[in-house]
């Protein structure tokens, strides 16, 4: 819960302040400090916190189908969610595997680290 709150507050305080340092002291956005890694863990956290069933979670490249969204939960309904750094960008095999999910009726979403309002709202849905 700790890194969970942690994540959240990194975000918040990004939104308020706007700067950070990074280890050579540059200003940077505080939400560009946050690794995928880090950040991943953190929504696995808050979804097992909310009730989620991890069905999938793409472990790296080297052992995934190219393009597959880094997790899958299941509660009430079955979401995939792709995570991506805070300026991290879709590769096209990953556009086009969400494009093709969502055409099946899927529930995909993208979510960055300042996403982090939107992530508990989908979460915590409908759900309370």
Same mark, same amino acid.
């Given at each position: 819960m700790r890194?969970?709150q942690?994540? !959240? ?6 939104r ?7 280890a ?13 890694r880090? /950040? ?7 979804a ?5 069933h991890?069905v999938?979670?793409?472990w790296?490249?080297? !052992? ?6 880094? #997790?899958?939960?299941?509660r009430?309904?079955v979401i995939?969610?792709?995570l991506?750094?805070?300026?991290g960008r879709c590769s096209?095999?990953q556009?086009e595997?969400?494009?093709? #999910?969502r ?6 979403h993208v /979510? ?11 979460l915590?849905?409908?759900?309370r």
């Amino acid at each position: 819960m700790r890194s969970i709150q942690k994540t !959240h507050i990194i975000a918040k305080t990004a939104r308020v302040n706007g700067i950070a340092a990074n280890a050579a002291g540059k200003l940077v956005d505080p939400l560009d400090l946050i690794s995928e890694r880090d /950040f991943q863990a953190n929504v696995r956290k808050l979804a097992k916190l909310l009730g989620w069933h991890e069905v999938g979670c793409t472990w790296n490249s080297r !052992h995934s189908v190219s393009g597959e969204p880094d #997790l899958r939960l299941c509660r009430e309904r079955v979401i995939w969610l792709e995570l991506k750094r805070e300026r991290g960008r879709c590769s096209d095999t990953q556009t086009e595997t969400i494009a093709a #999910l969502r055409a099946a009726g899927a529930e995909v979403h993208v /979510f960055r680290p300042s996403d982090w309002d939107q992530i508990e709202t989908v979460l915590d849905w409908p759900k309370r």
